[in-house]
């Protein structure tokens, strides 16, 4: 397995800070955070939530943004390489992290992991998707200079789904028939890397 994380100054700082914060509440907050890892752009906690947090675990507002984003950073990390819960203990233990808040991120990624990385997957990582693709070929047989002429070309219409609205945009391509060929073994060549991924 990887090293999933490396003990940089503001890892060690958040270390710290997650090794001051009360047994009773630390489970809950990770917790929370697992409950919200596979949402993009959506904070775990809202303005109200961090300011009540912030009383309760007896930090100011910077500590407690480093201390959230470290443990959504070492969940993500976990999700990532899928890790083990030994191998999630064991690289935790290693950034000198005390062993009740290992047990408790274990615990909760040990219940919770599988659930989350299957979110994970389903999310997209693009705004836009492809809905549908319309084609047509065409054949054009003469122009003002020349009459004999025989000029393959075909047109794609790509329907594209923006994340959060529910109309399609169009996207029109035209391809001459050496240009067709040349996109189609580039999409023989992504589908070779793709399919030696997984």
């Given amino acids: 397995m990887a090293l ?3 003990s940089t100054p503001s890892i060690k700082k958040a270390v710290g800070l997650i090794n001051e ?3 009773g509440k630390f489970p809950l907050v990770v917790s ?3 409950q919200k890892l596979h949402l993009k752009d959506e904070h775990t906690f809202s303005e109200d939530e961090e ?6 675990l007896g930090m ?3 500590d407690l943004e480093l201390l959230l984003q470290t443990l959504e950073f070492f969940l993500h990390q976990a999700a990532y390489h899928t890790a083990k819960p030994a191998v999630l203990s064991q690289q935790l233990s290693q950034l000198g992290m005390d062993q009740s808040k290992v047990d408790a991120i274990v615990e909760s990624w040990t219940t919770n992991g599988r659930d989350v ?3 994970l997957r389903q999310r997209t990582l693009m705004p836009n998707q492809l809905a549908d693709i319309n084609w047509r070929l065409n054949l054009q047989m003469a122009q003002s200079t020349e009459t004999k002429q025989k000029l393959p070309n075909a047109l794609f219409e790509l329907g594209v789904h923006r994340e959060g609205q529910d109309d399609k945009e169009r996207i029109r391509v035209e391809f001459t028939h050496d240009e067709l060929y040349q996109f189609y073994n580039q999409l023989e060549t992504i589908q070779k890397q793709i399919d030696g991924l997984s």
């Fill in 117 to 119: 990385v299957q979110k």
């Fill in 51 to 56: 300011e009540k947090l912030q009383t309760t």
């Fill in 21 to 23: 914060v009360d047994q």
């Fill in 32 to 34: 929370r955070i697992l």
């Fill in 60 to 62: 100011s507002g910077q």
């Fill in 4 to 6: 999933m994380f490396t």
